[in-house]
């Protein structure tokens, strides 16, 4: 099956670049909504007021997030067209992109009229205080190796309870955004976009790998 696989991407043109291109339309539309409904849902039980403003600030850039990473599928489909090609190939992957995009952009207006009803006035997104911030965004991360950081090599009364990254979570997720580039407060609020708000300790997390030599820490 592997292989078969391989085989598929690999003897792949145009044609299978823009089917893929149109499935991967078809899952954005499925993606968005479902950022949407979590958005709406937020929205739904927070009381007028502050805390409605923070629902609905949270909820634009979850419909935002999700939009961006299906438009990145969508895109990303004209590595498979032969290079005479590739350039037509990107320009009709970038107008599915587009349809995706103004969908976003509905969604996320349907979201402000919600918002709205649930106030009985326009509400005006705010996004919530977050003390972990302030310090994070003074750090910027630079992994010095591929993959995770599983702790193997570290006895276990030395990993002052952080979790290993042999198994999946919010630690996992944060270093895989860790580009050398994003600080760390980027980096958090696009973890919790892919996996939901969290109370991991980021900056103690990553101090600590830092601290053991498994990333390079830049103030």
């Given at each position: 099956?592997?292989?078969?696989?391989?085989?598929?991407?690999?003897?792949?043109?145009?044609?299978?670049?823009?089917?893929?291109?149109?499935?991967?339309?078809?899952?954005?539309?499925?993606?968005?909504?479902?950022?949407?409904?979590?958005?709406?849902?937020?929205?739904?039980?927070?009381?007028?007021?502050?805390?409605?403003?923070?629902?609905?600030?949270?909820?634009?850039?979850?419909?935002?997030?999700?939009?961006?990473?299906?438009?990145?599928?969508?895109?990303?489909?004209?590595?498979?067209?032969?290079?005479?090609?590739?350039?037509?190939?990107?320009?009709?992957?970038?107008?599915?992109?587009?349809?995706?995009?103004?969908?976003?952009?509905?969604?996320?207006?349907?979201?402000?009229a919600a918002a709205e009803?649930?106030?009985?006035?326009?509400?005006?997104?705010?996004?919530?205080?977050?003390?972990?911030?302030?310090?994070?965004?003074?750090?910027?991360?630079?992994?010095?190796?591929?993959?995770?950081?599983?702790?193997?090599?570290?006895?276990?009364?030395?990993?002052?309870?952080?979790?290993?990254?042999?198994?999946?979570?919010?630690?996992?997720?944060?270093?895989?955004?860790?580009?050398?580039?994003?600080?760390?407060?980027?980096?958090?609020?696009?973890?919790?976009?892919?996996?939901?708000?969290?109370?991991?300790?980021?900056?103690?997390?990553?101090?600590?790998?830092?601290?053991?030599?498994?990333?390079?820490?830049?103030?």
């Amino acid at each position: 099956m592997t292989a078969a696989y391989l085989y598929a991407l690999a003897s792949a043109g145009e044609d299978e670049a823009m089917w893929l291109a149109d499935a991967g339309l078809t899952r954005g539309y499925e993606g968005v909504l479902q950022a949407y409904e979590e958005a709406f849902a937020g929205v739904a039980k927070a009381k007028p007021g502050e805390e409605l403003a923070h629902a609905l600030d949270r909820g634009l850039r979850l419909i935002d997030y999700r939009a961006g990473r299906e438009r990145q599928a969508i895109e990303s489909v004209d590595r498979l067209a032969p290079d005479g090609r590739r350039e037509q190939t990107h320009a009709a992957a970038d107008e599915l992109a587009g349809r995706l995009t103004e969908f976003a952009e509905g969604q996320q207006s349907r979201l402000r009229a919600a918002a709205e009803r649930r106030s009985g006035a326009p509400v005006t997104p705010k996004p919530a205080a977050d003390p972990r911030l302030t310090e994070a965004r003074t750090m910027v991360i630079r992994r010095k190796r591929p993959g995770t950081v599983t702790f193997d090599d570290l006895p276990v009364p030395e990993r002052k309870g952080y979790p290993s990254g042999a198994w999946w979570g919010p630690q996992v997720s944060a270093l895989f955004w860790c580009d050398g580039k994003r600080n760390l407060a980027e980096v958090i609020e696009l973890t919790e976009m892919e996996l939901g708000p969290t109370d991991f300790d980021f900056v103690g997390y990553f101090r600590f790998l830092a601290e053991k030599g498994y990333v390079d820490l830049v103030n």
